[in-house]
């Protein structure tokens, strides 16, 4: 099934090339979608904060990984001959690194606005996906010595609203503030066509991504009734006639209910093949995660 994306995703692509193109003149935002949280966040005292954490893990058979040829004019002395795509890693007991989770909250802390550094390193972009807070400074670096790579940000899990085109020379680093939240997508216009990251910004705090394990936690929640959103950006291919850039399925995202009590409370999310009538459940809201 696919549920309703949940947050601002930032993808980045990278090409080797001339001098950089004048950016994109900016365009009128895309309309606000259900994941975007359009009213204003609330700051309030949290008493008995509670800490909400879990896995996401991956159930029944693993896709095989492919990898994708690097043509003569990318860099193959650098990026090597092939490049991994890796839209879903998966570790040996199942867990799911960059799952973004959050929650759908209006009032609660005051945002945490630690800036966030995307890394061009090895020809790719170290994270793939990140989360962040409106009004942080979300920063690119390009650590692969002698080659050129460009950063070419999109408003839209697919794109379709520029933000910015900006050349990213090695030992340089790009620097801009996240003004909205909602999904921006960064590609690369350089011959890099595998080099693509997701950036999901939010107007609270409590939001995060996966690590290696598949786990994820969200301090200090209010006690209360939330909806708890889990995005992934799909794994399975979907390339477009004419597009050199590998694509995939449609992005997953799930909903579950969250009853929130101090001190804890754990909610873990599936995700695989033939999840449908179980991710329809968790979409509707039908899988209560309670603290004890």
Do not use: K
Not at 99 to 116: E, T
Not at 159 to 177: H, K, L, M, Q, Y
Request: with cysteine; glycine share 8%; net charge neutral.
């Amino acid at each position: 099934m696919r549920a309703v994306p949940l947050a601002l995703v930032a993808a980045v692509a990278c090409r080797r090339a001339p001098p950089p193109a004048a950016p994109d003149a900016p365009a009128a935002p895309s309309a606000p979608r259900a994941h975007d949280l359009t009213r204003a966040y609330q700051v309030v005292e949290v008493r008995y904060g509670a800490t909400i954490r879990g896995h996401v893990r991956w159930r029944g058979p693993r896709p095989r990984p492919e990898a994708m040829v690097v043509p003569p004019h990318s860099d193959p002395g650098h990026c090597g001959t092939q490049q991994p795509l890796e839209p879903l890693t998966v570790a040996p007991d199942g867990g799911v690194l960059g799952a973004v989770v959050s929650l759908r909250i209006m009032r609660g802390a005051a945002p945490r606005r630690a800036a966030v550094t995307i890394d061009q390193r090895r020809c790719r972009y170290e994270p793939r996906v990140a989360s962040i807070t409106v009004g942080a400074e979300l920063r690119f670096t390009n650590n692969d010595p002698e080659v050129f790579h460009n950063v070419h940000a999109y408003y839209g899990e697919d794109g379709e609203d520029p933000w910015f085109n900006e050349a990213s020379p090695t030992g340089v680093t790009i620097a801009r503030r996240i003004e909205r939240a909602g999904v921006v997508r960064l590609v690369c216009d350089s011959g890099h066509t595998w080099m693509v990251a997701y950036v999901h910004a939010f107007n609270h705090p409590y939001h995060t991504v996966t690590d290696a394990n598949g786990a994820y936690a969200i301090p200090d929640v209010p006690p209360g009734e939330y909806q708890l959103t889990m995005w992934h950006e799909g794994w399975a291919r979907r390339d477009r006639a004419g597009d050199p850039r590998p694509a995939f399925v449609a992005h997953v995202g799930l909903v579950q209910s969250v009853t929130v009590r101090a001190p804890e409370v754990t909610a873990d999310f599936p995700l695989g093949e033939g999840l449908d009538a179980l991710n329809e459940h968790h979409a509707l809201g039908g899988r209560d995660a309670t603290g004890r």
